[in-house]
């Protein structure tokens, strides 16, 4: 409560609420006040009301995905820890998810605990970032998430390999949170997506969290290491659902045009033809035939 009061003093934070709050329909912000006060972790979900909604979301969608899939247990992956506040926001949004679905997490941060490096030329965004931007106070850090989360050091194309091979099939991974800021830290970040298809579930939702200021395009950045990753890969592919915004209550957040789904095309479920259930029938309301709900009278 002391972070969200904390939170709720910097100015940036209100005008956030402005634009994408106070810009929705009355009625569900009045709604908000009571599911706020009363409603479930799930309910509090679908209406943004837990502190970084787009981990909230996230991370329990995985979690259902998996569920019904028959694992119990799930992978979660931030690259780029910084200071930690994503990281442990995800280690309290995880013990809530847990309780809700009975699916255990397994959480990992990925950074080199030293801030920025020098970037490698315009693609990095120089313009935004500078070298030693975001260090981590790495032995506090460390005693907070001990025993909640494993924090992974170094550059990520040193670790990543190792990383893939430990990783267990019985865990797969089911979300990744990205906020590496440059084009060539995110390149590397998205080797993670080339391993073999049991490492995911065969949509994992995954997060990018710097693609959304004035510079950013697909010819730099986050979005150019997205267009020359799906250019590259045959059967895996990050896109948006383009009817995902469909489906939120509050349609103004900027964090819905940030959620990709990985779409793992080569995964066994993919080609699974056989189904234990009857075959699906249309109803048709001009003909009496047997199985009809919808017939005319």
């Known amino acids: ?23 929705e329909p009355l009625h569900l912000n009045f709604i908000s006040c009571f599911v706020f006060l009363f409603g479930s972790f799930r309910k509090k979900v679908a209406y943004d009301l837990i502190l970084r909604p787009q981990h909230a979301f996230g991370i329990l969608k995985a979690a259902d995905l998996a569920k019904k899939d028959g694992f119990k247990r799930i992978s979660i992956i931030e690259f780029g820890v910084a200071n930690g506040a994503g990281l442990m926001n995800m280690i309290e949004i995880a013990k ?48 907070k998430t001990k025993g909640k989360a494993e924090l992974i050091f170094g550059k990520i194309e040193e ?64 979005l150019l290491a997205i267009k020359e990753f799906n250019l590259q890969n045959e059967y895996r592919y990050l896109g948006h659902h383009p009817f995902f915004i469909n489906e939120r209550l509050f349609k103004n957040a900027i964090w819905i045009k940030q959620l990709y789904y990985l779409h793992v095309l080569d995964h066994e479920y993919r080609f699974e033809t056989k ?23």
Not at 3 to 23: A, C, D, F, P
Not at 108 to 121: H, I, R, V
Not at 279 to 290: G, I, R, T, W
Request: hydrophobic share 35%; proline share 5%; glycine share 6%.
């Open 275 to 297: 189904r234990d259930r009857k075959a699906y029938v249309l109803d048709n309301p001009y003909l009496d035939f047997e199985g009809n709900k919808k017939k005319f009278d």
């Open 96 to 143: 809530k998810v847990t309780e809700t679905t009975g699916v255990d997490i397994d959480i990992y941060g990925f950074d080199t605990g030293e801030g920025m490096p020098p970037p490698m030329d315009y693609r990095d965004h120089p313009e935004y970032y500078n070298v030693g931007d975001f260090p981590m106070n790495k032995e506090l850090l460390l005693q």
């Open 159 to 222: 670790n990543l390999k190792a990383f893939i091979t430990r990783l267990s099939d019985d865990a797969p991974i089911g979300f990744v949170s990205v906020d590496v800021d440059y084009y060539s830290s995110t390149r590397s970040v998205l080797e993670l997506f080339k391993a073999k298809s049991t490492k995911f579930l065969p949509l994992t939702n995954v997060y990018f969290d710097d693609i959304f200021m004035l510079h950013h395009n697909d010819k730099c950045g986050e």
């Open 1 to 23: 409560m002391s972070y969200l009061l904390k939170r709720l003093s910097e100015k940036r934070i209100w005008q956030k609420v402005y634009l994408e709050r106070l810009s």
